[in-house]
């Protein structure tokens, strides 16, 4: 079962793809190349069963060995050569209905081979933005993974545009008899230089 908790904290890893909003609102052109800086996330991922037991996987993480470029154009976001490594430590706790059964925390390493992808997107507003087929670092893992539609906010800060985007998706499947519901969630920052 910990398999399915580790591949519910790597798809909600997977799923995200954002950043901070700066204090100054600009209304600046998005449209343009830019380099990945890095990326900061904060995911969780929760496995409920059907007699009360319930798993919680945590983690929160800023990328290394960031590289590769995307490229904003006319609704059109492109992805070359996007790569980065994430080291980090991964929390599981263990429930059955509220009480605390057990807590463990193992490392979680993860690197994004070299991709290159391409996607839409839809500004909205001054400051916001939506990706009909997911974000930035969606599927990338080549995991299969669905994914989702999802948005957040955009700001910039010098030759900085950060996304902010907070992702949660639910669903439901069956392993060994059992049916699960898996609760996937966070927030990411996506941080891009302009070239």
Do not use: W
């Not at 900061?40 to 590289?67: F, P």
């Not at 080291?87 to 193992?106: I, P, Q, V, W």
């Not at 989702?148 to 008899?177: M, W």
Request: negative net charge; aromatic residues 10%.
């Amino acid at each position: 079962m910990k398999k399915v908790f580790v591949f519910g904290l790597l798809s909600a890893i997977v799923l995200l793809a954002a950043c901070k909003k700066d204090k100054n609102g600009s209304n600046a052109s998005i449209e343009g190349t830019y380099k990945l800086k890095y990326i900061s996330a904060k995911t969780s991922s929760s496995v409920i069963g059907n007699y009360g037991d319930k798993t919680v996987t945590t983690s929160e993480y800023t990328t290394t060995n960031n590289q590769g470029t995307i490229t904003l154009s006319n609704g059109a976001l492109t992805a070359t050569g996007l790569t980065y490594s994430v080291d980090t430590r991964a929390n599981l706790y263990e429930y059955f209905g509220t009480d605390l059964l057990d807590s463990s925390s193992y490392p979680f390493s993860f690197t994004l081979p070299a991709s290159n992808s391409a996607s839409q997107y839809q500004l909205i507003g001054a400051d916001s933005i939506y990706f009909p087929q997911g974000g930035i670092t969606s599927g990338a893992d080549g995991s299969g993974y669905q994914s989702i539609a999802n948005g957040g906010h955009y700001s910039f800060s010098g030759n900085l545009l950060t996304i902010t985007e907070v992702v949660s998706k639910d669903s439901t499947y069956g392993e060994s008899g059992e049916t699960y519901k898996l609760i996937e969630g966070g927030t990411s920052s996506v941080v891009l230089e302009k070239q």
